[in-house]
């Protein structure tokens, strides 16, 4: 299983240069949230990307996450993260396209 999780490009960037992701989603913090928000399939990432991304201009990653050793917990059909990513976790990363309609 591959978890997916949607992120700025920018804050993806940022946790290259410190050693772990910790952003929640957009705006939120690992820290203000408590867990990172991923996504079990593209279907869930199309999700949120519609649900609180549809206004962003900055460039956004699809982070592919290998969950071995990581505390996942599935809440409300939602993988979540509790602690941060190490960058090692994250397998591949990639462009994010919405599908076009």
Same mark, same amino acid.
């Given at each position: 299983?591959?978890?997916?999780?949607?992120?700025?490009?920018?804050?993806?960037?940022?946790?290259?240069?410190?050693?772990?992701y910790? *952003?929640?989603?957009?705006g939120?913090t690992?820290?203000?949230? !408590?867990f +990172?928000?991923?996504?079990?399939d593209? %279907?869930?990432?199309?999700?949120?990307?519609?649900?609180?991304?549809?206004?962003v201009?900055?460039?956004?990653l699809?982070?592919?996450i290998?969950?071995?050793?990581?505390? *996942?917990?599935?809440?409300?059909?939602?993988?979540?993260?509790? !602690?941060? +990513?190490?960058?090692?976790?994250?397998t %591949?990363?990639?462009?994010?396209?919405?599908?076009t309609?």
């Amino acid at each position: 299983m591959t978890l997916l999780h949607l992120a700025l490009a920018a804050d993806w960037h940022a946790a290259r240069t410190a050693g772990d992701y910790r *952003v929640s989603t957009l705006g939120r913090t690992l820290e203000q949230e !408590g867990f +990172i928000h991923c996504s079990g399939d593209p %279907a869930q990432l199309q999700g949120v990307h519609d649900a609180f991304y549809t206004g962003v201009t900055e460039p956004l990653l699809v982070l592919e996450i290998d969950p071995t050793g990581l505390d *996942v917990r599935v809440e409300n059909g939602f993988p979540h993260v509790y !602690g941060p +990513i190490p960058l090692t976790a994250v397998t %591949a990363t990639r462009p994010y396209e919405p599908p076009t309609t």
